[in-house]
């Protein structure tokens, strides 16, 4: 987690973190994936998986940008890290 929050690629991960990592980071970054990222990870995922990890990417960054938008903040005082480009 420490490696994700300073916009750092995760050591020590699993073959299945690898590809599920590796297809959401290029998904997110060029908002396309690869013909070899997505053959790699529909590999090591299989196609009910594949679909299962778009769906739960596309809620999570659909949630993020409506509690962005609306400037909704959690009540216990974090606040989120400003993009990476601005760091």
């Known amino acids: 987690m420490a490696d994700l929050a300073q916009g750092n690629r ?51 960054t659909l949630v993020s940008m409506l509690l962005n938008t609306a400037e909704v903040m959690p009540n216990d005082g974090w606040r989120p890290l400003p993009p990476l480009a601005n760091r």
């Open 10 to 60: 995760p050591e020590g991960m699993q073959p299945d973190e690898t590809a599920v990592y590796d297809f959401c980071a290029e998904m997110h970054q060029k908002h396309f994936v690869s013909d070899a990222t997505f053959k790699k990870a529909k590999e090591m995922l299989g196609e009910q998986q594949m679909a299962d990890l778009m769906a739960v990417s596309g809620v999570h």
